[in-house]
C-alpha cells in the first residue's frame, strides 16, 4: 500500500491526467458491471451461490463486481522497470494501474458495506450512506496522521534498518488498529465501524511522496524493504489457492476471465476516445491492463 500510493507522483502525472481520468473511470464502470452481471447469471452453477435468495446473490456478485476491477501496480511497475519504457503511453498505464488501486479500495469498503447490509437485512437508508462516508473519510484522515508519523520516523537520528523496522510496525499497526476499533464498535454500539488500512497507507504513501521533504529516503525504504515482504505476501497467497476448489468451479473463473478480458477492451478504448487520444493507441492500451 505503501509501494502503491508512493507511485502517484503528481510531478510526473499531471500532464496525463485527463486520459488517466477517462480510462480509469471506463475500466471501473465496465469491470465492475459485466463481471457483477456474469457473477449474477452464473450463480446457480456456484456451489455455495446456488440455494441462496436473490438478496444474497447480489450481495455476493457485486464483492466479485469489485475485486476483479484490481489491477495489479507491482507487475506494470516491473514490466515497466525491466524495458526501461518511457513517455505518454507508459506514464498513463502506470498512473491508472495506480489510481485503480485506490479506487478498488474504496469500491470495496463500499460494496463490502452494502454486502453486508443486503446479507443481515439492514436498510440502505441516508444513516447507512453517511456511515460508509464516514469511514471513508476516517480512513483519509488516518491516512494524513500516519504520513505525519512516517516524516518523523525518517526524520530522526539512527540507523537505517532501525528506521526501517518503525516503517513496517506502524504500517501493521494500522491493521490491528483498524480491527480494534471495528470489534470495539460492534460490541458496544448498534454498527461496525471499519477503518480501511489498505486505504490509510495508500495516502499516506501518496503524501509522504508528493509533500514532504523525505520522499526519496521514503522511497528507498519502499525499494529496500519490497522485496521481503513481497516474498512472505506472495507464499501465503499461493498457500492460500484453493486447488481443489478451482478444480470444481474452473469453468466459473474462466468465464468470470474472459467478462473481465472484454470489459479491460471495451473500458480502456473507450476511455482513451474519451480523452481524445491517438486511436493507434487506444486500439492495444488493453493488453497493458492484463496482469
Known amino acids: 500500500a505503501f509501494a ?8 510526473e502525472l499531471r ?13 471501473v464502470l465496465t469491470t465492475f458491471t459485466l463481471v457483477t452481471l456474469t457473477v449474477l447469471l452464473l450463480a446457480n452453477y456456484i456451489p455455495f451461490m446456488a440455494d441462496m435468495p436473490l438478496v444474497g446473490k447480489v450481495a455476493v456478485a457485486i464483492m466479485a463486481g469489485a475485486i476483479l476491477v484490481a489491477r495489479s501496480p507491482s507487475s506494470a511497475i516491473a514490466i515497466i522497470k525491466e524495458l526501461r519504457a518511457r513517455g505518454p503511453f507508459t506514464k498513463t498505464v502506470l498512473g491508472v494501474t495506480v489510481i485503480m488501486d ?36 476516517l480512513s483519509l484522515v488516518l491516512g494524513y496522521v500516519l504520513s505525519l ?27 490491528v488498529l483498524s480491527g480494534w ?21 495508500m495516502v499516506a504513501g501518496f503524501l ?9 529516503e521514503f522511497l528507498k525504504a519502499i525499494e529496500d524493504i519490497g522485496p521481503r515482504v513481497y516474498i512472505v505476501f506472495f507464499t501465503l497467497t499461493g498457500a492460500s489457492m484453493a486447488l481443489d476448489v478451482l478444480a470444481k ?23 482513451g476516445v474519451a480523452a481524445g ?8 492500451s488493453w493488453l497493458a491492463f492484463v496482469t
Open 102 to 137: 485506490v479506487v478498488v479500495i474504496i469500491l470495496f469498503a463500499l460494496n463490502s458495506s452494502v454486502a453486508d447490509a443486503l446479507l443481515t437485512g439492514v436498510e440502505l437508508d441516508i444513516v447507512f450512506i453517511l456511515l460508509v462516508g464516514g469511514e471513508i473519510i
Open 15 to 27: 500532464s496525463r491526467l485527463r486520459s488517466i481520468g477517462f480510462i480509469t473511470t471506463g475500466l
Open 181 to 201: 476499533i471495528r470489534e470495539q464498535t460492534g460490541e458496544h454500539f448498534v454498527v461496525e465501524i471499519f477503518i480501511e488500512p489498505l486505504l490509510t497507507c
Open 149 to 175: 508519523v512516517l516524516r518523523l520516523i525518517f526524520s530522526l537520528r539512527g540507523s537505517t534498518a532501525y528506521k526501517y523496522i518503525m516503517m513496517l510496525v506502524v504500517g501493521y499497526g494500522v491493521f
Open 277 to 284: 487520444d491517438p486511436m493507434r493507441r487506444n486500439r492495444v
Open 208 to 216: 509522504v511522496a508528493n509533500f514532504h521533504a523525505i520522499r526519496i
Open 249 to 271: 468451479t474452473w469453468y466459473i473463473a474462466l468465464a468470470m476471465f474472459a467478462a473481465r478480458l472484454i470489459a479491460i477492451m471495451i473500458g480502456s478504448f473507450g476511455g
Open 4 to 11: 502503491a500510493g508512493s507511485e502517484l507522483y503528481l510531478k
